[in-house]
């Protein structure tokens, strides 16, 4: 059976122990990240469109409009800006020209390296932008199509790409923390046509969006008094253990004398 003496040296020791680490844990104050949405928009026609060209490895992708047929941008609705979910909202998609492309050989129904400028704006004129909701600068995006549906996509976290946001809207400033910001993106792509298979051609179809960025959390800093309290009980526990340990060693010499 054991001792009183013997279960204070058990008890000392592993609370020494268990500041020890719990102090570590504090002074390490590692930081952590979330993805907040910014922007979602969809289009609610099957007349405006994205074509798509392909020659050989490079591939273009480009915005048209109906009417006017020199348009390069295309209606959408606009339903969240920064944090907040809004009415259904007019606005415009643009890829700037030459539009968004890319050089890199197609691998199965992946196609990377794309890169580009997308402008969702508001209040826009023909080929020119009013209010600029979001303009989205990237490259190393990757392109999925398979049959009548598809996806073009880029994000800078890991495997890192780059994606620049900039924008001119209070809301989605808000949500960025600024005029500027990093992030992702996914396009959405519907009622491709022609179906598509492997190799890619030709094709055109509706789009929509998501765009997000990454915010980080601010780790939570302990008050100057429970720091010092903490980083003050590791070596008076310490002590104890130590005190509670040199009885049962003399004890166990004794008994084996």
């Known amino acids: 059976m054991r001792s009183a003496t013997n279960r204070v040296s058990v008890l000392a020791r592993l609370l020494s122990c268990t500041l020890v680490l719990g102090c570590a844990a504090l002074l390490g104050l590692p930081t952590s990240a979330s993805a907040s949405t910014i922007l979602v928009f969809g289009q609610t026609d099957n007349i405006n469109f994205v074509q798509a ?20 941008s295309i209606p959408i609705l606009l339903t969240q800006l920064g ?10 998609e ?30 826009s004129a023909e080929n020119r932008y009013g209010e600029i909701a979001l303009a989205t600068m990237f490259s190393g995006g990757t392109l999925k199509v398979d049959g009548n549906s598809g996806s073009l996509a880029a994000s800078s976290s890991p495997p890192l790409t780059t994606v620049n946001f900039t924008t001119q809207n209070s809301l989605v400033e808000a949500a960025l923390g600024g005029t500027t910001g990093v992030g992702a993106f996914a396009l959405s792509f519907a009622g491709i046509s022609p179906a598509q298979g492997v190799p890619f051609a030709g094709f055109a179809a509706q789009n929509s969006g998501v765009f997000s960025t990454t915010v980080s959390v601010v780790p939570i800093i302990p008050e100057p008094a429970s720091l010092v309290m903490a980083l003050w009980a590791v070596p008076v526990w310490a002590v104890l253990g130590m005190l509670g340990y040199r009885p049962l060693r003399h004890r166990y010499k004794s008994s084996k004398a």
């Open 53 to 72: 060209q392909f020659s050989g490895d490079t591939a273009t992708l480009t915005t048209h409009q109906t009417t006017p047929t020199t348009s390069i």
């Open 83 to 92: 944090n907040t979910p809004i009415p259904p909202t007019p606005a415009f």
């Open 94 to 123: 643009t890829f700037v020209p030459p539009g968004l492309t890319s050089s890199t050989p197609q691998t199965g129904d992946l196609k990377g390296g794309f890169s580009g400028e997308i402008i969702i704006s508001q209040n």
